[in-house]
Structure formats: C-alpha cells, structure tokens
C-alpha cells in the first residue's frame, strides 16, 4: 500500500495552493499511482494532491460506474464553463461521511497533462464536471465545505475534530 495518507479537514495544509508540475516523469506517475491506489481503497471518485499534502497541480479521478476509467490530470486548466449551473450533493475524502449540496457549472472542458505528458482535453459532464470542479478547487486550497453556510462549516469543523480526536484514543 502506498505511503500517502488523506488530510483531514480542518487540517491546515488543505488550504495550501499547489504549484504547477514541472515535469512528468517517474516521480509523478508513481505519485498518480499511489493517488489512484489510495482513491479506489477508500471508494472516491477524486482524489486532489494536496489531499495527500503534496503541493503540486495533479488529479487522479474515476466517475465510471464500473470504476475502470481512471483520468489522471496533471496541471488541469478549465477552458470553457457552461453558463448552465446546477446543484449536486458531494462529499470529499477530506470531510469524511459528510455530504452537502454545492452549486457548480453543469459542464466544464479541461485540458491537462496525461500520465504519459502528453496533453489532452476532457469535456465534462454530470459527476465527471461536479468531480472536477471540486478536485481543481483542492489544488486552489479549497475545500467543498467553504461553499456552506458559515454555521454549517463550523458545524463540520467540530465535528471532524471530534471524530478524529475519538479515532486516535479507539486506535
Ligand atoms: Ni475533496
């Protein structure tokens, strides 16, 4: 199992905006491997490289329903926005068994670099553009929670803090 555990929210580093990659060689595919390793173990359907406290413009994601289509984009910029919006219910494996609704552009076209340097553009719709959003914001620092009320983010902020304060005395 890969060497990389996911940050929890509140934690700090989470709000640490990454820096382009400079390079895709083998650090980085080992790094999408691992990402992707840990994404599928824990059942999501994005993981960003600051989850993991790396600081640098990478995501793995897989919104396939046979979970057999992982994309990994490296250095991901949204290049058209749909004017449509729409309202999705998510979650973040930062913010665990927390689930709200966040409003987000319909459908977005990405270009990125694949696990192979080469650049590609995705156009993305339904999960893959609720998906790709939120994990492009995780490399701006943000977190989904920062879209709810500020009664609500306090609300998950305590409740975090206790679930893992509870989880390191059970351990
Ligand atoms: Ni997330």
Redesign the pocket.
Known sequence: MAQLSILRYPDPRLHTVAKPVAVVDDRIRRLADDMAEIMYAAE?V???AT?VDVHERLIVMDTSEARDHLVVLINPQIIWRSDEMRVAE??????PQIYDKVERHASVKVQALGRDGETFEMHALDLAAVCVQ??M??LLGK??VEYLSALKRDRIRTKMIKKTRDEMRDA
């Open positions: 999501g994005g993981l960003a989850q998510e979650g973040c494996l930062s913010v939120h994990e914001d995780h977190v989904f």
